[in-house]
């Protein structure tokens, strides 16, 4: 089967840096996603990855190894607006986005 | 650009009746678009997928009798949800592609259904 694992909730402080992971298995890849949910509202889109590596964005990047199944996404410089749910989404072979869970981001001052 | 727009952004209906969500993409050709469904502290839940002037392709567990949906247009796509119970209460998001990047959706503000 297609299985997307992030974690459920993390909690970072202001000013500081998180990193959150999703390992995949699915069927055939053409990319990897990752959008930002705050609560009541539709995803918004962050970043692509289809080739291994970093991909840097202002604050937020996002690195995948296709190899291990394993992509992280790195926000820097935390905000209080950070503060939203992370949805890691892979494409499979039939270009149909498999989603995670969400990891629930919490920023403390 | 890329803008996705959903209406209405809440509605409230009465258990039995219908109520149609229109999704339209603003500044772009939506080849296809995607109609998701997601509970609280849930991911989202694909329910179909509709291309343009064709029949949509539903996923398995999902209703098509229930969950009408209709591409009648390159910039339209509505989802109408029949006969309505409160089990039917989520929160429902169009996406939709075909703009600057083949493989982004793009992803409308999203339906809040509270059925009573």
């Known amino acids: 089967g297609q299985n997307i694992d992030q974690p459920t909730e993390m909690t970072a402080t202001e000013g500081a840096i998180v990193q959150i992971n999703c390992t995949y298995q699915?069927?055939?890849?053409?990319?990897l996603f990752w959008y930002q949910q705050h609560a009541g509202e539709a995803p918004t889109f962050l970043s692509y990855?289809?080739l291994d590596g970093l991909e840097e964005k202002g604050r937020f990047s996002s690195f995948l190894s296709r190899s291990k199944g394993y992509s992280y996404l790195l926000l820097k410089e935390l905000q209080m607006k950070d503060s939203a749910s992370y949805l890691c989404?892979?494409?499979?072979?039939?270009?149909?986005?498999?989603w995670g869970a969400g990891t629930k981001l919490i920023i403390k001052p | 650009g890329a803008v996705v727009s959903q209406h209405p952004s809440r509605v409230i209906c009465k258990s039995g009746t219908s109520v149609k969500i229109e999704c339209r993409s603003l500044?772009?050709?939506?080849?296809?678009m995607f109609w998701y469904r997601q509970f609280p502290k849930k991911s989202l839940m694909l329910m179909a997928t509709?291309?343009?002037?064709?029949?949509?392709?539903?996923e398995q567990g999902v209703e098509k009798d229930k969950f009408l949906i209709n591409h009648a247009s390159l910039t339209l796509s509505t989802l109408t949800v029949t006969s309505a119970h409160p089990e039917d209460s989520s929160f429902y998001i169009c996406?939709?592609?075909?703009?600057?990047?083949?493989?982004?959706?793009?992803f409308g503000p999203g339906t809040r259904l509270t059925v009573t």
């Open positions: 996406s939709a592609s075909g703009g600057e990047t083949s493989y982004e959706q793009y």
């Open positions: 500044d772009f050709q939506a080849t296809t």
């Open positions: 509709s291309n343009e002037g064709s029949k949509a392709t539903y």
């Open positions: 699915t069927s055939g890849f053409n990319g």
């Open positions: 990855n289809v």
């Open positions: 989404a892979v494409m499979d072979s039939n270009y149909q986005l498999i």
